[in-house]
Every structure is written in structure tokens, then in C-alpha cells.
């Protein structure tokens, strides 16, 4: 069973650009969670998907928004880049019936 | 949003058990408590889940005491590989609440 995937692996932007990840997640799987993990620190929380609406949203600003589609594949679009959002962005997806989160290996972006 | 409380970093050395404790005081009633495991620079991985008393798997145990108010993760006999950073959460599958990792705790274990 093939896990959950996010592209690109790394990704460098300048500041005041716009940035957009994707992420793929386990067959079957409906939810799909964001996070943002800066160097050293925990993760935080950023968007949670389900069945194709936003359901929840951690304390980001509006520049970072998102969407996911009808196959359940999602997008984190990251606008106005400033040089703080450099960090590891990591896409979980979840089983409706099951607590488990499941992790991609994350997309590193770079603001310089 | 039940929040949680761990210690930010903890030493073992090799071959001895390690508790990390979770503080968990506001827990509601559907939530569960879950550990995850995260290497540098990879996604958390899944260790253990419980709801109430004990479980145990093939890597750790899990001792929620009858309250819920905390809980405790064991690891029996680490090794250097078990250096990593260690999350507890708490949340209802029902409502996908599991969202706050916190910052987790740092265990390094010691030749």
C-alpha cells in the first residue's frame, strides 16, 4: 500500500512570492491534515480537510489557505512569503473510522 | 481543544526503560491518547493508542490511570534508536480533533 506522498520534496521562494504543496494521501483515506514544523520546534497545526471542506484551522494567518480535491488530494498554497514560513510542512492523512494520522515525508521550503 | 504536557527532554541510556508522562487535564470523555514518534527531518510515526487502564504492543506500553487526567508511555530496553522526539495527543476520532502536538519531548539515549 503505497503511503502518503507530498511534492515537491524541497522548495526555495523568495520573499512576497507564492508557494503551493501538494499532497497526495492513502487510498481511501478522506481526511487530510497540514502542519507547519519550523527548525526545533513542535508541529503546528494548520488545516484539517474532509470530504473535500475545510472542517478546521489553526492560528495562521489568511495567506495560508488550501483545498482538496474530489479524489481527496490536497494543496497548501502559501501566499506572500516572508522569510518565518521557511520550515517542514507536513501533510497527514486519516482513516474517517481510525485515530491514526498518517505522515508524508514532508516538503521542506526555503524563503530567502 | 484538550491540551497536553510533557517534559521538553529526557536521557536514558541504553537498555533501560523509559517513562515519558503526559498531562492531559482537560480530557473529554470520547477523546482517546495517542503516541507518536518523530525522527529528524520525517513525518511522526503512530506508537500506541489507549483509552483507559493499560495497552501494549510489540514497541511500547501505554498506563492511563482512572482519572485520564495523564498517562505514561513506556519503552522497555531502548536502544540508540529510539532517540527521538516522542508526542502525546488527545482527541476524538468522531470530530478528527487530534491536532495539537505540542513540542513534544526529546528523548536521547546514551551508549
Not at chain 1, 19 to 33: D, E, K, N
Not at chain 1, 87 to 109: H, I, K, M, N
Request: contains cysteine; glycine residues 8%.
Amino acid at each position: 500500500e503505497a503511503g502518503v506522498t507530498q511534492s515537491p520534496t524541497h522548495l526555495i521562494k523568495t520573499r512576497g512570492q507564492q508557494a503551493t504543496l501538494r499532497c497526495s494521501p492513502i487510498s481511501g483515506h478522506t481526511s487530510v491534515y497540514w502542519y507547519q514544523q519550523a527548525l526545533g520546534l513542535g508541529l503546528q497545526f494548520l488545516l484539517w480537510y474532509d470530504e473535500g471542506e475545510e472542517r478546521n484551522r489553526g492560528n495562521f494567518p489568511p495567506r495560508f489557505s488550501g483545498r482538496q480535491f474530489p479524489n481527496y488530494s490536497s494543496e497548501l498554497n502559501v501566499n506572500a512569503l516572508e522569510l518565518e514560513d521557511s520550515a517542514l510542512y507536513l501533510c497527514a492523512s486519516r482513516l474517517r473510522t481510525d485515530y491514526e494520522q498518517y505522515f508524508g515525508p514532508g516538503t521542506r521550503l526555503t524563503v530567502t | 481543544l484538550a491540551k497536553t504536557t510533557q517534559p521538553i527532554s529526557m536521557d536514558s541510556y541504553e537498555g533501560q526503560e523509559v517513562n515519558i508522562t503526559c498531562s492531559h487535564n482537560n480530557i473529554a470523555t470520547n477523546d482517546y491518547i495517542t503516541w507518536y514518534q518523530q525522527f529528524p527531518s520525517q513525518g511522526p510515526r503512530f506508537i500506541i493508542q489507549g483509552y483507559k487502564t493499560k495497552v501494549t504492543n510489540e514497541v511500547a506500553s501505554l498506563f492511563i490511570p482512572a482519572d485520564r487526567k495523564s498517562s505514561t508511555l513506556s519503552l522497555p530496553r531502548v536502544s540508540l534508536s529510539d532517540t527521538a522526539v516522542y508526542y502525546c495527543l488527545v482527541g476524538d476520532s468522531n470530530t478528527g480533533n487530534q491536532f495539537y502536538f505540542g513540542t513534544g519531548t526529546s528523548l536521547t539515549v546514551i551508549p
